[in-house]
């Protein structure tokens, strides 16, 4: 009688946010892997039943969680490890050697993507389609290059969210921002570009492409915020970049790319490479790639097939993407002509990515859920 194989394990470290982690513990599930979640004990989905283990990581300083990280990846062997806590990983990125777990990346890579100020530079020098920009360590060469190009983004590192990007287009809004910058040592400044934003999920086997698809920012709650809405999109010269991407990361596992698709030449221009899983991986279903079988012949390492998305004129008539619960909060707090995608009929998945089959993950979100409203419309249980 023949033995089954080992069952393939998965390390997904996350922090207590929700955005990054919702889809990616039942798209593992669903691969046959064992989940082992490492994050805070104030992480929703250590109670999910798609979680086969969770280790508890108690430090709050992310220089810590990341020691404790790469100690815990130098004693224990897993097939993949899944990046959702952004700053987490780009501590690990910037030491001299890529991090256990990450060993597959060459050093200079693993140094390009730690920061957005290492990347720029990086993708210039491997002809990816950037803006133009360059990196700057004080505010007069922030101005000098606003006086020339006009209109442009300031970015910081180590910071998510949309929080690091301002947006200046005069040297007064230069010296109105920077004290807001909390004395960065370095940025990285570039040209804005007119145009709508979005988001490519990829999975790669050590740079060979598995499965890719992109979709549109249709709600954010900041201007350079996450999306918690989105438009699956297939720009035409969108496979191009991803290819590019693939061959000079090189990278192996869940990550993608922030794009702008320029409005002047209809190219797509690649904002930020994210080496970590970003949100949009449950929408993969809908744009015609199985993520779960991508991931599955990557754990089997077995060669990449190509799960590329349906047509642009096909995916016009896929549903809108709507984030639970971050859309449907916003949408019941702070616009509430967005409750429509919530109904019966509506053209979007919204209903469909409740998780009324996890009530571990569904019960935690509810009680956080209430909590917020008590303290925003009950006084006594605001902060004392």
């Given amino acids: 009688m023949l033995s089954k194989p080992p069952q393939k394990r998965v390390l997904l470290v996350a922090d207590s946010h929700l955005n990054l982690v919702w889809s990616l513990p039942r798209l593992i599930h ?37 020691t404790h990280l790469a100690a815990h990846l130098r004693e224990n062997q897993y097939d993949l490890v899944v990046h959702a806590n952004p700053s987490v990983v780009e501590v690990l990125l910037r030491g001299k050697q890529p991090p256990p777990g990450m060993e597959w990346l060459s050093p200079d890579v693993a140094r390009a993507l730690a920061t957005k100020t290492d990347f720029h530079p990086w993708a210039v020098a491997h002809q990816l389609p950037v803006p133009p920009g360059r990196v700057c360590r004080t ?97 035409p010269d969108m496979a191009g970049v991803v290819a590019a991407i693939a061959a000079a990361t090189g990278f192996h ?94 053209h979007a998945v919204s209903w469909r990515n409740i998780p009324f089959d996890d009530p571990g993950v569904l019960g935690g979100v509810l009680t956080f859920a209430l909590r917020q409203l008590c303290r925003r419309h009950l006084p006594f249980c605001g902060p004392h």
């Fill in 30 to 66: 669903r691969t046959g892997a064992h989940l082992v979640l490492m994050a805070p004990e104030t992480q929703c989905f250590r109670r999910s039943r798609f979680v086969d283990e969770w280790l508890d990581v108690a430090a709050t300083n992310t220089e810590a969680i990341a």
């Fill in 139 to 235: 505010p007069a060469e922030v101005i000098a290059w606003v006086e020339q190009q006009g209109d442009s983004v300031i970015k910081c590192d180590a910071v998510h969210g949309g929080n690091g990007v301002w947006r200046v287009d005069s040297p007064e809004g230069v010296r109105k921002v920077w004290p807001r910058l909390n004395n960065p040592g370095v940025v990285v400044v570039q040209k804005f570009i007119h145009g709508p934003v979005g988001c490519t999920e990829l999975i790669l086997q050590r740079g060979n492409i598995a499965g890719w698809f992109a979709s549109m920012k249709e709600r954010s709650v900041t201007p350079f915020g996450a999306s918690i809405m989105r438009r699956l999109i297939n720009p």
């Fill in 253 to 346: 596992g869940l990550c993608g790319f922030d794009w702008i698709l320029d409005e002047v030449t209809d190219r797509t221009i690649v904002l930020e490479f994210h080496p970590r899983a970003p949100s949009g991986f449950c929408w993969g279903r809908y744009a015609g790639v199985d993520v779960p079988a991508a991931l599955r012949d990557l754990l089997a390492e077995r060669p990449a097939t190509l799960r590329a998305p349906q047509s642009a004129e096909q995916l016009m008539y896929a549903p809108l993407g709507c984030y639970f619960p971050a859309h449907f909060w916003w949408a019941l707090t702070e616009h509430r002509s967005d409750v429509k995608y919530w109904l019966p009929g509506s």
